[in-house]
Nanobody, 115 residues
Framework: QVELEESGGGLVQPGGSLRLSCAGS????????MHWYRQAPGEQRKLVAG???????EYADSVKGRFTIERDNPRTVMYLQMNNLESEDTAVYYC?????????WGKGTLVIVSS
């Protein structure tokens, strides 16, 4: 059973924008804090942004001012709006949800920033 599924990745030029989506089960969106992580080639997976069920957000320093995380709990979708993309943003982006007794991951969506 797929509980988190990302979409919206692709190829974009430097300076461009993309919006990633993460669709999930209603039970996740009721209470779970959710995050976007990314993993670039040869690197460890890193936190990009997080959002609580109530909408409190946090961001990695590298994306502050460029990325925006949002969630629509009734529609059970989380978003990552990415603006002014840089080549260093190239990575597989993963949706993550943290429950009291479980940790859930999507399969990831690839973002390539290149001219």
């Amino acid at each position: 059973q797929v509980e988190l599924e990302e979409s919206g990745g692709g190829l974009v030029q430097p300076g461009g924008s993309l919006r990633l989506s993460c669709a999930g089960s209603p039970r996740i969106f009721r209470t779970y804090p959710m995050h976007w992580y990314r993993q670039a080639p040869g690197e460890q997976r890193k936190l990009v942004a997080g959002i609580t069920s109530g909408g409190v957000t946090e961001y990695a320093d590298s994306v502050k001012g460029r990325f925006t995380i949002e969630r629509d709990n009734p529609r059970t979708v989380m978003y990552l709006q990415m603006n002014n993309l840089e080549s260093e943003d190239t990575a597989v982006y993963y949706c993550h949800a943290q429950g009291d007794t479980e940790e859930l991951w999507g399969k990831g969506t690839l973002v390539i920033v290149s001219s």
